[in-house]
């Protein structure tokens, strides 16, 4: 629970670096280490009060957020001098019509809006909204909901080795004198 990396986990609990993969994997599949695993899941999901169904709902906040629900192009209408070819004469104003981008104030996007700003910066080029990664969100989204299963074909193969602690000495041995 440390780092959620089974290799590590192995390590730290005396096996050689060489076998640790190995191991950490195999470990994954006894189900009592399953079942200590999501305990203490559990333990974290309740003393940080966090549950799935919030990281799905920020997510979706993510993943379902639109640029113009931040941001509007509007159209401005401006007077542009056009000056003729003698400097003493004076200019004709010409109507040019340019678009803009208008940023909405953080007051008149919504509190479920919000969390899907990653930054507003001020620049020189003028005011930056960037926006959490939506693709990102949806592929979390996806696979959380089991959505693209469906479509991959590959099957997950599982490899069950059981060793003893003599066979994994001497798989160690083994594999240092290879060294």
């Not at 899941?41 to 379902?64: H, N, P, S, W, Y």
């Not at 509007?74 to 004469?89: I, K, L, N, R």
């Not at 990102?136 to 997950?156: A, P, T, V, W």
């Amino acid at each position: 629970m440390v780092d959620l990396n089974a290799t590590q986990a192995a390590i730290r609990a005396g096996y050689s670096e060489k076998t640790a993969k190995v191991i950490g994997s195999q470990n994954l599949t006894k189900v009592d280490i399953q079942k200590k695993i999501s305990e203490l899941q559990l333990k974290i999901q309740e003393k940080t009060d966090i549950t799935a169904e919030m990281v799905v709902r920020e997510l979706a906040k993510i993943g379902f957020a639109n640029i113009d629900d931040f941001v509007t192009v509007v159209e401005h209408e401006m007077q542009v001098p056009v000056f003729g070819d003698d400097p003493d004469e004076a200019f004709e104003p010409e109507t040019s019509i340019q678009k803009i981008v208008d940023i909405k104030a953080t007051s008149e996007i919504s509190k479920d809006k919000i969390s899907a700003i990653a930054s507003i910066k001020q620049g020189r080029e003028g005011i930056e909204v960037k926006l959490h990664d939506k693709v990102k969100s949806l592929e979390l989204l996806g696979r959380h909901l089991g959505i693209f299963e469906k479509d991959n074909k590959q099957k997950e193969v599982s490899v069950n080795v059981n060793l003893t602690k003599d066979e994994i000495k001497a798989y160690d041995k083994a594999l240092e004198d290879d060294v």
